[in-house]
């Protein structure tokens, strides 16, 4: 499994970014998806869930993000795309992708629970 994250970069406060993120190498349509992010000062162990979107197509946000955030997927492409508006300086972080292989886990903010991940991409946002 590869997933690809683009689309981060450099905003003001207020402006907004969609991240993009590829799959190869799975049944996409078998895999919940999500985007957890690493804020700045934290390991690498320890992602904050910000969205996911079920095989199904139902999306959970975390508290943060609702409202400002969306999150799709479009199976023809194997493509996950999260639309990020009314970014906060809060935002900033480093962006990671995820696939939860459906013999894996079954929660969809746990980051024990997806056991595929980008590399990440990084999202800045200045006020």
């Known amino acids: 499994v590869q997933l690809v994250e683009s689309g981060g970069g450099s905003v003001q406060a207020g402006g907004s970014l969609r991240l993009s993120c590829g799959a190869s190498?799975?049944?996409?349509?078998?895999?919940?998806m999500a985007w957890f992010r690493q804020t700045p000062g934290k390991e690498r162990d320890f992602l904050e869930f910000v969205a996911s979107v079920s095989q199904s197509g139902t999306a959970t946000y975390v508290d943060s993000a609702k409202g400002r955030f969306a999150i799709s997927r479009d199976n023809s492409k194997n493509m996950v795309y999260l639309q990020m508006n009314s970014l906060e300086p809060e935002d900033t972080a480093v962006y990671f992708c995820?696939?939860?292989?459906?013999?894996?886990?079954?929660?969809?903010?746990?980051?024990?629970?997806?056991?595929?991940w980008g590399q990440g991409t990084q999202v800045t946002v200045s006020s």
């Open positions: 995820a696939a939860q292989s459906p013999w894996y886990g079954s929660s969809s903010s746990d980051q024990g629970s997806y056991d595929n």
């Open positions: 190498g799975l049944t996409f349509t078998a895999f919940r």
